[in-house]
């Protein structure tokens, strides 16, 4: 082949390697309601008081505490967990706090308990129960390995969940496909905010839910905009009241001031939770946080760096569009000044992901608005694609940008399973599909440690 024929054959390849896909899959866009309040996976479990929405959170910033959640219904009961290396040997206790809180003037939470189990021993297998003296549950998790530079992990992706039929579809697949390790959680739980007076016996109903999978692994939490439930209409003013008061974080761990932006450290992955809704200006909470957290970045034991924010910087669907661009101005540049790999984002109801590109040179004088692709910027993946009620966004824009590398308008699931300092291999699952089906697949390499080009 001459040398002309073979150089315009390469420009074709490459040209052809970084155009984006729109995948033309297709299914019903129709919105399902959430599932009945009498339906099965929100059924109650049998018993005298018997406690129930059972969930787990990393505890601490390094993975030797764990916090454990639960609600009982008619009296506040045992605030002790009983744990221990065996299911017929609970020989230690962690004793917690009782609380419930107040809706509208028609609602009074049952008795919500909070217990951190602290001291615990890296990737080692524990039991718990709960519900002593009434009725006694168990379960029981897997702690989060040593942080250390090649120690691997899997991570279950999901956003946006709610609690329709396309839900449960979502969390089945995720657990017929063997989970992960942990699960990072991108905001928008309940959507009770959107039932009459934002009804909160849908913070209940959901909890139920998921407890076959968030009383087993911890779920590290990040808010979205159904998490705010400000409702001055009903007498309701104070943002996140149901969430705090149900889901607590190990922000101060990680020495922040708020539990809606904090950082854990597992395995190999330092991974940043940010709020979208909660002020980020310059010289606020969040940004001092954000600051000082990226300064405290040690890639050498830590290499792979994670965001989780809720609504998305990069984004090419109609629905959402751009309502991520005050944050990602405010933050993007310390970003990639860090080398983040990646930032998982919700919001937007579809799926979507990134080339690894920035829009960090433009200012207001010099026009430079057009993303460029940069081996130092994170992959964006939006995955507010879980099932709520409020259905799949399906009108994205076109052309489609050549930094979006691929995008589908499907309920899903995503994993990152971390294998070292160097490689991770991304997949996300659509509902539709058999469990070993993958819709989108890509390894990321480390931008600390190998930052090859990925585009």
């Excluded at 929405?53 to 639960?70: N, P």
């Excluded at 308990?113 to 039991?127: I, K, P, Q, R």
């Excluded at 590109?357 to 130092?376: E, H, M, Q, R």
Aim: aromatic share 12%; proline share 7%.
């Amino acid at each position: 082949m001459a040398p002309r024929e073979l150089a315009v054959l390469l420009l074709l390849l490459a040209a052809h390697a970084s155009a984006g896909v729109t995948s033309p899959y297709r299914r019903s866009l129709l919105m399902l309601p959430d599932m009945p309040l009498d339906a099965d996976v929100f059924r109650a479990p049998p018993g005298n008081n018997a406690p129930e929405q059972v969930h787990i959170t990393q505890g601490d910033l390094t993975g030797r505490a764990m916090t454990v959640s639960w609600i009982t219904p008619e009296r506040p009961g045992s605030n002790v967990v009983r744990y221990g290396l065996a299911a017929d040997c609970l020989n230690l206790t962690a004793k917690g706090t009782v609380r419930r809180y107040t809706w509208g003037g028609v609602y009074r939470s049952p008795y919500i308990h909070h217990a951190t189990l602290n001291g615990l021993d890296h990737s080692t297998v524990y039991h718990y129960a709960v519900g002593h003296g009434y009725t006694v549950r168990a379960f029981s998790f897997k702690t989060p390995p040593k942080p250390g530079p090649d120690v691997p992990i899997k991570f279950g992706i999901i956003g946006d969940l709610g609690q329709t039929f396309h839900s449960n579809d979502t969390l089945t697949h995720y657990e017929a496909g063997g989970g992960g390790d942990a699960v990072l959680f991108i905001g928008d739980l309940s959507y009770a905010d959107n039932h009459p007076g934002h009804d909160n016996r849908r913070w209940d109903s959901w909890a139920r839910f998921v407890e076959r999978s968030v009383a087993y692994q911890p779920w590290i939490w990040s808010t979205g905009n159904h998490e705010i439930d400000y409702a001055p209409e009903i007498g309701e003013t104070v943002p996140f009241k149901p969430f705090t008061n149900r889901y607590l974080t190990p922000h101060r761990a990680s020495n922040s001031t708020e539990p809606f932006w904090y950082s854990v450290k597992m395995a190999s992955a330092h991974v940043i939770m940010l709020s979208s809704y909660s002020s980020y200006g310059k010289y606020t909470p969040q940004w001092t946080w954000l600051q000082d957290e990226l300064a405290r970045v040690d890639r050498t034991t830590t290499p792979w760096l994670i965001v989780c924010v809720h609504s998305p910087w990069y984004n090419t669907n109609d629905y959402h569009y751009m309502e991520g661009e005050t944050m990602r101005v405010q933050f993007e540049p310390w970003l990639v000044d860090a080398k983040v790999d990646l930032v998982l984002a919700g919001h937007v109801h579809s799926y979507e992901r990134s080339h690894r590109v920035s829009n960090v040179l433009y200012d207001i004088d010099n026009g430079k608005a057009t993303p460029v692709f940069n081996a130092s910027a994170p992959v964006y993946v939006t995955i507010g694609d879980g099932g709520n009620t409020e259905g799949l966004a399906a009108s994205f824009r076109s052309p489609q940008p050549d930094y979006s590398a691929f995008r589908e308008a499907s309920f899903g699931h995503a994993t990152l399973d971390i294998k070292n300092r160097t490689h991770a291999y991304y997949e996300w699952h659509r509902n539709q599909d058999g469990v070993k089906v993958v819709a989108d697949k890509a390894w990321f390499t480390n931008r600390y440690y190998l930052p090859t080009d990925t585009n």
